[in-house]
């Protein structure tokens, strides 16, 4: 029997569940911390799910399993510009958001049944900049210069 890959990633950010779920899905958000790229997606169980590039390419896609405003989302993804990790096939990502008095607890989480995969080896580097770079911007008004293009 195999061993899954998984990365999961926690952290505590000075906001809101409504202002980090406005930060994960809205376009003018993502381009400031995730390396100017931004989702097209319905946000709803079944739709299509993609992150487009700043040239109008898609990095990643995959499908919306799981929606719950403010609180859950779970996205089937598959990287779509590394050759290794699309080989792969398709992954499972997280997010939790919790409210934590006056703050929030966000937890991510990124799986794929494949041991020693390439694909969570690449989150593993990507997750933890993108992820100080929005509870940057969630506390400060202003994400790190590393996540920007």
């Known amino acids: ?3 899954p890959s998984k990365f999961v990633y926690v952290t505590y950010i000075r906001t809101t569940p409504a202002k980090l779920w406005q930060a994960l899905k809205e376009p003018e958000f ?3 911390y995730f390396f100017s790229t931004w989702q097209d997606c319905e946000w709803k169980v079944g739709a299509a799910w ?3 590039t700043p040239d109008g390419g898609v990095a990643d896609s995959g499908e919306v399993l799981e929606i719950e405003p403010e609180r859950r989302l779970v996205l089937k993804w598959r990287s779509e510009h590394r050759p290794e990790a699309h080989a792969e ?3 499972r990502m997280t ?3 919790e409210q934590e008095g006056n703050d929030v607890k966000f937890t991510v989480t990124h ?3 494949v041991p020693e995969s390439k694909l ?3 989150v593993s580097g990507g997750w933890p900049m993108i992820l100080s770079s929005l509870k940057s911007l969630l506390e400060t008004g202003e ?3 590393v996540t920007k293009d």
């Open 143 to 145: 994400a790190l210069d």
């Open 120 to 122: 969570i080896k690449g």
């Open 111 to 113: 799986e794929i049944d």
């Open 30 to 32: 993502t381009r400031q």
């Open 50 to 52: 993609k992150i487009v």
């Open 95 to 97: 997010y939790d958001i």
């Open 89 to 91: 096939g398709y992954s």
């Open 1 to 3: 029997m195999s061993t």
